[in-house]
T-cell receptor, first 117, second 113 residues
Framework: GAVVSQHPSRVICKSGTSVKIECRSLDFQATTMFWYRQFPKQSLMLMATSNEGSKATYEQGVEKDKFLINHASLTLSTLTVTSAHPEDSSFYIC?????????????FGPGTRLTVL | GEDVEQSLFLSVREGDSSVINCTYTDSSSTYLYWYKQEPGAGLQLLTYIFSNMDMKQDQRLTVLLNKKDKHLSLRIADTQTGDSAIYFCAETFHGGSQGNLIFGKGTKLSVKP
C-alpha cells in the first residue's frame, strides 16, 4: 500500500542555483502533501502544507519566495529551492495523506539530500 | 505549544525486548504514530494508535497509550539488529492544519549482537 517517491534522492548544486524536488504518490491520490526539513541528528520540521489546486500554507519562519511549492495534481507536489545557499543544505522529506475519509496518516517519501556548495 | 518528548538513546541486546517511551502535551491529540528512520532514509510508518485506544499489537510491535498521563510507548519484542534505527513518536490533532504532525526528537535504538 501507500508508496511515496521523491526525485532526486540526492543533489549537489552550486550556490545561487535553483533546485526542484518532486514528490509523487504512486498508488493513491493525495489532496494534501507536506514538506519537511531535517537537520542532521534532529527531528523533522514542517515547512509547508501543499494542497492540490491552491496555494501552499507555510509555517512561520519559512520563506515562501525561497521555497516554492506547486501541487499541480493529486499525485505530484514539487518543492523548488530558489537561489540555494549552503545553509539550505539539508534532508528534505515529503509526505502525503490519501484523499477521502480516512485517518490523518501520512506516508513519507525516502527523502532528498540537498548539498549546496 | 504542543510538545513531544522522547529519550534520545536506547541500547539493547539482540533477542531482548525494547521499550521506547514518549510523552506529549496536547490533550486533544487524535492519532499517535511511531515512525522508523534508518540511516540516510526517509521515515517508515510502523504503526499508529487512535487516542481512544489503550493498546495496539502488530506482530512484534506493541503500542501502549496512557491518555491520562499522556504517555505513549512502543515495545519491540525479540529485537533484531535490523531494528537499529531512529524511532520517532508523533502526534496529530484536528483543528488547524489537517494532519499537522508534531514529532519528538527521535530515539536512537542500538541493538548489540
Amino acid at each position: 500500500g501507500a508508496v511515496v517517491s521523491q526525485h532526486p534522492s540526492r543533489v549537489i548544486c552550486k550556490s545561487g542555483t535553483s533546485v526542484k524536488i518532486e514528490c509523487r504518490s504512486l498508488d493513491f491520490q493525495a489532496t494534501t502533501m507536506f514538506w519537511y526539513r531535517q537537520f542532521p541528528k534532529q527531528s523533522l520540521m514542517l515547512m509547508a502544507t501543499s494542497n492540490e489546486g491552491s496555494k501552499a500554507t507555510y509555517e512561520q519562519g519559512v520563506e515562501k519566495d525561497k521555497f516554492l511549492i506547486n501541487h499541480a495534481s493529486l499525485t505530484l507536489s514539487t518543492l523548488t529551492v530558489t537561489s540555494a545557499h549552503p545553509e539550505d543544505s539539508s534532508f528534505y522529506i515529503c509526505s502525503a495523506t490519501p484523499s477521502g475519509p480516512s485517518t490523518d496518516t501520512q506516508y513519507f517519501g525516502p527523502g532528498t539530500r540537498l548539498t549546496v556548495l | 505549544g504542543e510538545d513531544v518528548e522522547q529519550s534520545l538513546f536506547l541500547s539493547v541486546r539482540e533477542g531482548d525486548s525494547s521499550v521506547i517511551n514518549c510523552t506529549y502535551t496536547d490533550s486533544s491529540s487524535t492519532y499517535l504514530y511511531w515512525y522508523k528512520q534508518e540511516p540516510g532514509a526517509g521515515l517508515q510508518l510502523l504503526t499508529y494508535i487512535f487516542s481512544n485506544m489503550d493498546m495496539k499489537q502488530d506482530q512484534r510491535l506493541t503500542v501502549l497509550l496512557n491518555k491520562k498521563d499522556k504517555h505513549l510507548s512502543l515495545r519491540i519484542a525479540d529485537t533484531q539488529t535490523g531494528d537499529s534505527a531512529i524511532y520517532f513518536c508523533a502526534e496529530t490533532f484536528h483543528g488547524g492544519s489537517q494532519g499537522n504532525l508534531i514529532f519528538g526528537k527521535g530515539t536512537k535504538l542500538s541493538v548489540k549482537p
